[in-house]
């Protein structure tokens, strides 16, 4: 596994994350707490260090489940995790969260204390704002608040998880020229791809590091002209998929779904595969371009799985 710096800290954190949200009991089968705590160990034993969660998945079980599985050996691995959306029970994570924001000072140090009593430590290493909009971050408070808590010891750095769809770009330009943020979190960062090169060109000018989350969509693997991106044993689609991200200087981490030991050493020995072609790298270029534009209700399938690629 290799690593790279969160700028301006530091943190250093495994080119693979681990996605937590694949734990969250309100989208998924609820895992038990014995079986969560397991796989999380797992990734680190083979050297995943870095995962990230918010305090709404499963109305802050998978706080917990992170803290519990962590707690003898907290100094191995980097925490992140997220606020901005009220407490909510966890059946409710999946419908409409429009008017639940609160990003307020009043409210934020509240929200930190109950995740660090969640995930049961002194500190957040990576504390994001959970999908701003560009009203959130033209309020100077909220930034004031976020360096009160790092001056404070309680957040290491802070960061913003954008919106997956096209809006949360402008947001992430905003919040890199005029609130220094040392990370974007980016949904879906194959899609929309020469929209989506600004934010890293944008993210290298000022400082600071994109962090990709969730790279390959639904239907991924029955796209028949992708067929050439898998080299058996050696590398499969995923994989090269995250070798391709990984490429841009820019990128910290790719965030992964990993529900089984499998997946974790699927993602776990990416960097060990062959590298990656030419023409494979302009393979994935094409499907960037052709992947529609994504908003938070896009459909399941970006792209439609009868399209030609090239």
């Given at each position: 596994m290799r690593y790279r710096i969160i700028p301006g800290t530091h943190l250093k954190i495994s080119e693979i994350g681990f996605k937590l949200g694949s734990l969250d009991g309100s989208r998924w089968d609820t895992i038990p707490d014995k079986a969560a705590h397991?796989?999380?160990?797992?990734?680190?034993?083979?050297?995943?260090?870095?995962?990230?969660?918010?305090?709404?998945?499963?109305?802050?079980?998978?706080?917990?489940?992170?803290?519990?599985?962590?707690?003898?050996?907290?100094?191995?691995v980097v925490m992140a995790t997220k606020f901005g959306y009220e407490s909510l029970p966890a059946d409710t994570f999946s419908k409409s969260l429009k008017g639940m924001k609160n990003f307020t000072p009043r409210y934020l140090p509240l929200a930190c204390e109950d995740s660090l009593r969640r995930l049961r430590t002194d500190h957040i290493d990576l504390y994001q704002i959970?999908?701003?909009?560009?009203?959130?971050?033209?309020?100077?408070?909220?930034?004031?608040?976020?360096?009160?808590?790092?001056?404070?010891?309680?957040?290491?750095?802070?960061g913003v998880a954008l919106d997956p769809g096209s809006a949360g770009l402008e947001e992430g330009k905003f919040f890199l020229k005029f609130r220094k943020t040392r990370s974007l979190q980016l949904t879906?960062?194959?899609a929309?791809?020469?929209?989506?090169?600004?934010?890293?060109l944008e993210a290298k000018r000022y400082g600071a590091c994109v962090i990709s989350r969730s790279p390959i969509p639904e239907g991924f693997e029955?796209?028949?002209?992708?067929?050439?991106?898998?080299?058996?044993?050696?590398?499969?689609?995923?994989?090269?998929?995250?070798?391709?991200?990984?490429?841009?200087s820019a990128t910290a981490s790719v965030l992964l779904e990993m529900d089984s030991e499998e997946k974790i050493n699927e993602f776990a020995g990416t960097c060990e595969g062959p590298a990656l072609s030419p023409e494979e790298t302009h393979l994935l270029e094409a499907f960037g371009q052709k992947m529609r534009p994504l908003r938070t209700d896009a459909p399941k399938h970006p792209l439609?799985?009868?399209?030609?690629?090239?």
């Open positions: 397991h796989l999380m160990r797992y990734a680190l034993d083979r050297g995943i260090n870095f995962f990230d969660t918010a305090d709404i998945y499963g109305g802050g079980r998978v706080e917990s489940l992170l803290g519990a599985a962590f707690r003898e050996e907290r100094e191995r959970h999908h701003p909009d560009l009203e959130d971050g033209a309020s100077e408070d909220l930034v004031a608040a976020l360096e009160k808590l790092r001056k404070q010891g309680k957040v290491i750095a802070w879906h960062p194959l929309e791809r020469e929209a989506r090169e600004e934010i890293f029955k796209i028949e002209d992708l067929n050439r991106l898998d080299r058996g044993k050696c590398r499969g689609r995923n994989q090269a998929v995250v070798q391709y991200l990984l490429k841009n439609p799985l009868g399209e030609k690629l090239l």
